[in-house]
């Protein structure tokens, strides 16, 4: 993720009319990554946000205040700010009680422009920023863009086809409701993957012209290779091990149960095996509770196979020390049942890490098999485990894929070429070029 300025007072708006825009998002874009309130989303709005106030557009992003040690108001790039909206308590809260707070945070929204939007365009981020960026669309009849980042509807397929167990059905039939009324209403959609686009048209209706396929980015200057060996040496790790590493949100759809027990058919065939889990805020005074949650489960699976010596979890780690754990790992590992992009996999491209990862949504678009990464079906650890030995046994191809990801992502997801995708979008939703 991208390195984040220090909170500071916002600097004096001197951007004219048409060249500013409200994003509203629920992941606090400053928050250290990997916890439950800060990820993909969080790393997409920061890094999105820098470089379109580099094209010169003055971005204000509006986010729920979820901290009492945090600003109100911080300054992010030269002319762009993030608004620390009061919507409930001042702490983290899980997503699926966003409803019930909304309203309020749209009210917040109105007392901080002292009810004259300033704004030409509004831009939502998941469904919770969608309905505040269409009620204010609606109040000040501006245009409106909508970034998903997840649907639903394919969660809740997801749960049913892995038989997971559902106790929120109400909530998902709340989210399936607004997503579908944003979508019909937004002028605009920015899909992360093809597979996305189609889905929205199949399920939602939502018509093909207003659906803007363009993927997530990758911070080109923060992700780049270091050598394994000295990358592992700035982590105290073993140079001879093969190191699985998984990096992201501790949630059940991230398949990390899958991970381990692929590990637990690997161990009898690597010698010197040892999987690195970063994601969750689970250690000390300040854990999550829903982190926490997932992490005791996971720990058990884990006492249960009698993995403790080969399965660590790490927590939170520093976004800017993020870089290295890539950089020393044999493999990246993405097991997830459902996941509509997976930015983590571009940063680790971009850190020539061999990808391993499920045959689903948008992974399935960034990774072609066996040419800049393998594909495994998902919850198949067996096929897991094969796909890591085909990587472990062949040092060459795991080169190969290395060098052709590396390539993939330099050439086609730097942050700077998918922002000036999205502006020329800006421009046209303003009306005409700024």
């Given at each position: 993720m991208e390195k984040t300025s220090s909170e500071s007072e916002p600097a004096p708006d001197k951007s004219p009319l048409r060249k500013r825009v409200a994003m509203f998002c629920h992941d606090d874009p400053l928050a250290q990554l990997g916890a439950q309130e800060s990820g993909g989303q969080a790393v997409y709005v920061n890094s999105l946000l820098r470089e379109l106030d580099k094209n010169g557009w003055s971005i204000d992003a509006f986010a729920r205040?979820?901290?009492?040690?945090?600003?109100?108001?911080?300054?992010?790039?030269?002319?762009?700010?993030?608004?620390?909206?009061?919507?409930g308590p001042i702490?983290?809260?899980?997503?699926?009680?966003?409803?019930?707070?909304?309203?309020e945070l749209y009210e917040n929204f109105l007392k901080f422009i002292n009810r004259q939007n300033s704004y030409s365009l509004f831009h939502g981020h998941y469904w919770d920023g969608g309905w505040l960026?269409?009620?204010?669309?609606?109040?000040?009849?501006?245009?409106?863009?909508?970034?998903?980042?997840?649907?639903?509807?394919i969660r809740l397929q997801v749960k049913e086809q892995y038989s997971y167990k559902?106790?929120?059905?109400?909530?998902?039939?709340?989210?399936l409701s607004l997503e579908e009324e944003i979508s019909k209403h937004a002028d605009a959609i920015i899909s992360l993957s093809s597979s996305e686009k189609l889905f929205l048209q199949q399920q939602?209706?939502?018509?093909?012209?207003?659906?803007?396929?363009?993927?997530?980015?990758v911070n080109l200057k923060i992700f780049s290779p270091v050598s394994r060996q000295e990358a592992r040496k700035?982590?105290?790790?073993?140079?001879?091990?093969?190191?699985?590493?998984?990096?992201?949100?501790?949630?059940?759809?991230?398949?990390?149960?899958?991970?381990?027990?692929?590990?637990n058919l690997l161990k009898s065939e690597v010698a010197h095996l040892k999987v690195l889990i970063i994601g969750g805020k689970i250690y000390g005074r300040q854990k999550n509770t829903d982190d926490f949650k997932e992490y005791q489960r996971l720990l058990k699976i884990v006492g249960d196979l009698g993995m403790e010596n080969t399965?660590?979890?790490?927590?939170?780690?520093?976004?800017?020390?993020?870089?290295?754990?890539?950089?020393?790992?044999?493999?990246?590992?993405?097991?997830?049942?459902?996941?509509?992009?997976?930015?983590?996999?571009?940063?680790?491209?971009?850190?020539?890490?061999?990808?391993?990862?499920?045959?689903?949504?948008?992974?399935?678009?960034?990774?072609?098999?066996?040419?800049?990464?393998?594909?495994?079906?998902?919850?198949?650890?067996?096929?897991?485990?094969?796909?890591v030995l085909k990587i472990h046994k062949s040092p060459e191809l795991a080169k190969t894929l290395t060098e052709n990801g590396y390539k993939n992502v330099v050439e086609n997801y730097s942050w700077k070429k998918i922002a000036e995708q999205i502006s020329n979008i800006y421009s046209q939703l303003i009306g005409g070029k700024v």
């Amino acid at each position: 993720m991208e390195k984040t300025s220090s909170e500071s007072e916002p600097a004096p708006d001197k951007s004219p009319l048409r060249k500013r825009v409200a994003m509203f998002c629920h992941d606090d874009p400053l928050a250290q990554l990997g916890a439950q309130e800060s990820g993909g989303q969080a790393v997409y709005v920061n890094s999105l946000l820098r470089e379109l106030d580099k094209n010169g557009w003055s971005i204000d992003a509006f986010a729920r205040l979820d901290s009492r040690h945090k600003k109100s108001v911080s300054l992010i790039g030269r002319n762009s700010r993030l608004i620390r909206l009061q919507g409930g308590p001042i702490k983290y809260i899980s997503r699926k009680l966003l409803f019930d707070f909304l309203p309020e945070l749209y009210e917040n929204f109105l007392k901080f422009i002292n009810r004259q939007n300033s704004y030409s365009l509004f831009h939502g981020h998941y469904w919770d920023g969608g309905w505040l960026a269409a009620k204010a669309s609606k109040q000040f009849s501006v245009p409106f863009l909508q970034n998903f980042h997840s649907l639903g509807k394919i969660r809740l397929q997801v749960k049913e086809q892995y038989s997971y167990k559902n106790n929120g059905k109400d909530i998902f039939d709340k989210r399936l409701s607004l997503e579908e009324e944003i979508s019909k209403h937004a002028d605009a959609i920015i899909s992360l993957s093809s597979s996305e686009k189609l889905f929205l048209q199949q399920q939602y209706k939502t018509f093909e012209e207003k659906i803007e396929v363009i993927p997530g980015g990758v911070n080109l200057k923060i992700f780049s290779p270091v050598s394994r060996q000295e990358a592992r040496k700035k982590l105290a790790l073993p140079e001879k091990e093969l190191i699985i590493l998984f990096v992201g949100r501790l949630e059940w759809r991230k398949g990390i149960g899958t991970l381990i027990h692929a590990a637990n058919l690997l161990k009898s065939e690597v010698a010197h095996l040892k999987v690195l889990i970063i994601g969750g805020k689970i250690y000390g005074r300040q854990k999550n509770t829903d982190d926490f949650k997932e992490y005791q489960r996971l720990l058990k699976i884990v006492g249960d196979l009698g993995m403790e010596n080969t399965i660590n979890f790490l927590g939170c780690v520093d976004n800017n020390r993020l870089h290295l754990f890539y950089c020393s790992a044999n493999a990246l590992v993405v097991p997830s049942y459902y996941e509509p992009f997976g930015l983590v996999t571009l940063e680790s491209m971009a850190c020539k890490t061999t990808i391993i990862a499920s045959n689903v949504g948008g992974l399935a678009k960034i990774i072609q098999d066996n040419v800049n990464g393998l594909l495994f079906q998902p919850r198949n650890p067996v096929d897991l485990k094969e796909k890591v030995l085909k990587i472990h046994k062949s040092p060459e191809l795991a080169k190969t894929l290395t060098e052709n990801g590396y390539k993939n992502v330099v050439e086609n997801y730097s942050w700077k070429k998918i922002a000036e995708q999205i502006s020329n979008i800006y421009s046209q939703l303003i009306g005409g070029k700024v």
